[in-house]
Each structure stands twice: as structure tokens, then as C-alpha cells.
């Protein structure tokens, strides 16, 4: 089973596209923008609690979003990866295994 949809994110020029996919060991979910991208020097800060990236300009947030998903994600026994393009966008990658009913 796959699903894919796009929407325009609080930015129009920024759409933001997430797709999830069933397999028979887990789920694969994916959220990809287009947006500013994260510096290269403080990609291995992004789940620290309350780390908000130099370049985010007048975005809200207190720098806690990620460090809750991973949190909980990882008591699944799931992952989160983060790859990211300066200027270019930010693709998050999220895998949570199917426990037997």
C-alpha cells in the first residue's frame, strides 16, 4: 500500500510532499520539502532539545519537534533520518516496524 499527496506549506513557493508506503516489516514515511535546508555545520545538533537552527529568520518554534519525534519514534524501535541541502530542502525519513497483532 502506498500513498503520496503534495501541499503547500505556510510558504506557496515551499511545497511540502510526504508520501507513506506499508510494507509486510514496517512503515515508510517520508516528508520532503523544498525549502531553506538546514546549515551543514548544525545538522548533528537538529534533535538536540530547544536547537533551532541559525537560518530559520522569524519561524516560530521553541526547538522541540524533532527531539519528541525521535523520542518517540525510537521507543517503536523505528528511525528518523534527516537529509538536508542548503538553499534546496529537507527530506525526513521515518521507518516504524509492524509488531504482530
Known amino acids: 500500500m502506498c500513498c503520496r499527496t503534495r501541499r503547500n506549506s505556510r510558504h506557496p513557493a515551499h511545497p511540502v510532499e510526504v ?3 506499508v510494507h509486510n516489516q514496517g512503515i515508510d514515511l517520508r516528508v520532503q520539502d523544498t525549502g531553506i535546508g538546514i546549515v551543514p555545520d548544525e ?3 537538529i534533535f538536540e532539545a ?14 522541540l519537534g524533532l527531539t519528541i519525534a525521535k523520542a518517540g519514534i525510537e521507543l517503536h ?14 527530506t525526513v525519513h521515518i ?7
Open 19 to 21: 508520501s507513506l508506503a
Open 43 to 45: 545538522r548533528g545538533r
Open 50 to 63: 530547544f536547537f533551532r537552527g541559525s537560518n530559520i529568520g522569524v519561524v516560530s518554534g521553541l526547538g
Open 77 to 90: 524501535q523505528g528511525t528518523i533520518t534527516v537529509e538536508s541541502r542548503l538553499g534546496h530542502g529537507t
Open 95 to 101: 521507518w516504524l516496524p509492524l509488531r504482530p497483532a
